[in-house]
């Protein structure tokens, strides 16, 4: 930390459900945060620590009423909601991280075709990978931060689409994600219930990339008219924290393990929380962390399999909010992460 | 059950382990099957139901020494301990079906480079896939049981291959196999522990092909020059029964949905275990089941996603040997299975 | 099975929860049964396979309105509406099973003060724990079927209560019993999804009896003035099936291990699916089957401490409910069930 | 953190273990700690983060050969090991916080009846559990840490024992204790197995009370003369952190919960880890944290429940061992542990 930073306030709007209670965990152990207020309209008078007993903290859920007191606030609401919220915290001049889907696309009509609803392409947010955009979020007041699966996703790829290796051409890539159950939220649904999941694993959503847009935008190309095919399975597993994703990358040409590795490393030397391992990753080696573990190995036919590994709630949602907001303010991007 | 039916004695080689405690289990609802002896050195002298309580059975283990005064014998043992029994059974005129990879790859090159070990090129054993070779089956005497992932895997590719759709032909297999905990067997591991592995996943050999051979045999296609590029990552995940296979599918030339579910509903129709879904399937739909289930469904870029799940335990092991069993002796195909 | 039995027509009323399920894939094995229609007014419509793709029945599920065209009608409905139907089947002859608490009670009192409602006195239904009644049940066409958790304390004490050892008196009695969640019904709520209860384990209804009745009957004393001091916490662990029981049993007199061994090997000498263990018996030795075991050790100051394992789902509801119908129709007592 | 502490270099001996790698987690976070060497000689050259990559720390696992150059030793290993090495590490003058059952037991003759070996009567480390001795321990140089069954029930009963309430007197206390699968430490075991015990839950030790003593001693009371009768039965059940104790208390005389819990209030008053719950705690409530939940509630017959919560590694272990160790150097009791 910065010793002459001055304690930021930050409040969450939407600070009920399981990402809001993460980022609660981690804003607590910063030190140049006060968290202010809780907003959660479902819970509203209710203790927060009633909800989450293993993360101590005394304030009580309030109504979100427009409230602009606080430094920096949080948003992790449903989809759509944000929309309503964004444009009078950003006319008071607040600082904000955006959690949800709602500006993480910046075509208007993409935002329309994959989450339903309009949006006035006034208010673009600055899309909060600090992995690719770290210098544009570090001048940025209004972050929108990517979503899970794209983070693990985009993660995997970018140094194939980014990273500047001469030849380097990409045909096809095919991804299977697994993700944890708390990625379908702090819900009351018999196909989530402990009785369903234990002992069994689904794909969802098979042949519809909802996902596809925000990660074809972050690495350069086109959702519409991407430079290689994309097919994406999603799926759900039984533990609670976590993305692992497999995805099978066909090279236009043939190229050798150690210059891959050395594109991948040269891409993330400065990313303290992207690891390029020297094994395969596991779900474990990540959960409760920020880190995001990138795993290479060739198949026998030369291709390629990435594998990434995540917390869904951390680098995929909370954790990676609060590095934003680090760079954002000036603190070290590790503080309150590591 | 064919009422003349007479009772055949069955005895099992390598009894402790999953795969033979679930033999037990099915054998003991069979009808037309009397349990004659459990072989299993390493637990000579204990009941069966000391290790396995939930199946009541009161043989006791012992060491086998030769014997051969059963009518039919199952090897469940570790690979390369079949290809010193199999033959002195086959010389004594027993039936055996081999659950074990001694006797999966008919090429005995293929078979050292994957399996690393020399074999006798006479002994060429049946290959168990009821639904490709069902023919063949009923005439055979020894059979060699598909492997699990195998199973998954050429189950949901078979009728593309081998339907006889014109002009259908598949580019490029990418499959992600994610395997329950006990396909790893019962064995004391720290990496399969209840603390490592609860709340975790992990990919495995990612790169290594093991299981190619196999299904490309099974598909009638060479594992060294295959019609087409495949790659396969298994994995495990922290639940006890099933495979769960996703397997993205790159067609050479467009085809319908209704055209390629007809292909398959067609290509199964005397087959018993194999469902073709409507939906998207789930591992508690087969888990303790001899059902193999397969869903499909279209990218959006035009290819096929095929879904398929079994419990590797019964049809990806014990169940399918007694699929095997009851084609074997004239049993109706789903005795003791349903 | 008796080799002349006819053939039952059997319904279901209540068949879309866990329970109903079970019971529907026990009577599907059972030679003597063929299951007729399955109720459930919520799921009117749907076929079974599709809330439980596992057990392949190819009914519909149907809205109960008064049929009477079965032989045999099980009753797995949420408590309460049992009472409203049970007396038209009475009225129309039919054999019956009711797995609710609308019958466990036989004093109206009780019944109102534990569950809340009133109930005509004049119909009483046999309770039916076939190792405690069994001439009662065979002699019956209407059967009461017993609470899990009352199965699980029930069986662990009987012997003492009602086996006849001289001098045996017991004092006091604390039990602590750990149910899988699939006690709690196939239900959406947030307390019992996957994210919720993975890792997890609690306590519920602490300081409330609501078993203590149906225990109390069972064993031949009173509720309001029992004859020992009865204490109950039940809980819920992370695993689907089961209810694993600890009795911690003070008894006046000093017995030997020896006699208290004779007691209840002898008093369960004629019950199939009681098991008197030589170890420490386990959830995983009887999920998935119609077992209670029984284990039996002394604690270091003389008291006697007995844990009871049954899966819950089947000896704890549908598999006793097949036993109960097997002494009712004269079949043998474990058709079905092993 | 007093703002004026110095920097304490610490040394962990026997460091590859799961309590371990939660000490190295801890003292990561610590303002006042530098982490110096990780002593494990069966993993001597691997680095710590090849075992726990969720723990970033870039130490390489040594074998201790008698070095005294850290300020504080923590000793994580198996029972019997800590015998021979304290000394030494006193003779140094080293502050000490050894976490095996090696120093709990105070009398010479119940250390060698329970743990079975010899111990020089003259080492007799501090018992360190700071809501009993707090003041103590300040004082110390050499704490020996709680064991975890222990800490969840002594914390369950101390208020009874040691609460100064008139009239107040124990008759009995009857003991079930749920453990996490982590308890058992990092351990290829087949009955630790994921296979096995998912689903699963078992008790062990039954009638065996290793932990009595440590308990007695810490209540003030003899272990072989106690003042009231003790019954204890250890499980575990199927999640990795977490231990749930029941105790079944049966006063002599009647008391309010008014009066109990004000008991309870006024002796942890000041113990910023013990909560005393309005409702019933649940293992997720405490799992990742140093606290002890304790719930309070009254039975029909007037005995009373008293439900505690830990987690093992936590305050079952490093936690309370850090605890210790802020209290020893004059840090904040809660630093590094909310």
């Given at each position: 930390m910065n010793q002459q930073q001055k304690t930021?306030?930050?409040?969450?709007?939407?600070?009920?459900?399981?990402?809001?209670?993460?980022?609660?965990?981690l804003l607590k152990r910063h030190?140049?945060?006060?968290?202010?207020?809780?907003?959660?309209?479902?819970?509203?008078?209710?203790?927060?620590?009633?909800?989450?007993?293993?993360?101590?903290?005394?304030?009580v859920f309030q109504t979100y009423e427009g409230q602009t007191d606080s430094d920096i606030y949080f948003l992790a609401l449903p989809h759509g909601e944000a929309l309503r919220l964004v444009p009078g915290l950003l006319a008071a001049g607040k600082k904000i991280i955006d959690l949800s889907g709602d500006y993480r696309l910046e075509k208007v009509d993409e935002h329309k075709h994959f989450y339903g609803g309009d949006k006035s392409p006034e208010a673009v947010l600055q899309y909060g990978m600090p992995e690719l955009f770290r210098d544009e979020i570090v001048k940025s007041t209004a972050i929108s931060n990517p979503g899970?699966?794209?983070?693990s996703i985009i993660l995997g790829l970018a140094?194939?689409?980014?990273?500047?290796?001469?030849?380097?051409?990409?045909?096809?890539v095919n991804v299977t994600a697994i993700s944890g159950i708390s990625g379908a939220?702090?819900?009351?649904?018999?196909?989530?219930?402990?009785?369903?999941?234990?002992?069994?694993?689904?794909?969802?959503k098979v042949g519809k990339h909802q996902h596809t847009p925000e990660i074809m935008q972050a690495l350069g190309t086109s959702a519409t008219e991407p430079s290689f095919r994309f097919v994406m399975t999603p799926m759900i597993a039984p533990y609670v924290r976590g993305i692992y994703s497999v995805l099978n990358?066909?090279?236009?040409?043939?190229?050798?393990?150690?210059?891959i590795r050395e594109l991948y490393a040269g891409f993330y030397a400065d990313a303290p929380f992207v690891r390029l391992?020297?094994?395969?990753?596991?779900?474990?080696?990540?959960?409760n962390t920020n880190f995001c573990d990138v795993s290479l190995a060739f198949e026998n036919d030369g291709s390629l399999v990435i594998i990434t590994a995540i917390d869904n709630l951390v680098k995929g949602a909370a954790g990676q909010a609060?590095?934003?907001?680090?760079?954002?303010?000036?603190?070290d991007e590790t503080t309150a992460l590591l």
């Open positions: 930021w306030t930050a409040s969450v709007i939407g600070a009920s459900g399981y990402s809001g209670a993460e980022l609660i965990k030190p140049g945060i006060e968290i202010e207020a809780l907003y959660a309209h479902t819970q509203a008078g209710k203790h927060f620590s009633e909800l989450y007993p293993a993360i101590p903290c005394d304030k899970c699966y794209a983070t140094p194939l689409f980014r990273g500047g290796m001469v030849g380097l051409e990409v045909e096809s939220g702090r819900s009351a649904k018999t196909e989530l219930s402990f009785s369903e999941m234990s002992g069994n694993m689904r794909a969802y990358v066909r090279l236009a040409s043939p190229a050798t393990m150690a210059s391992r020297n094994g395969v990753t596991e779900v474990s080696h990540v959960a609060v590095q934003n907001m680090n760079l954002m303010l000036g603190f």
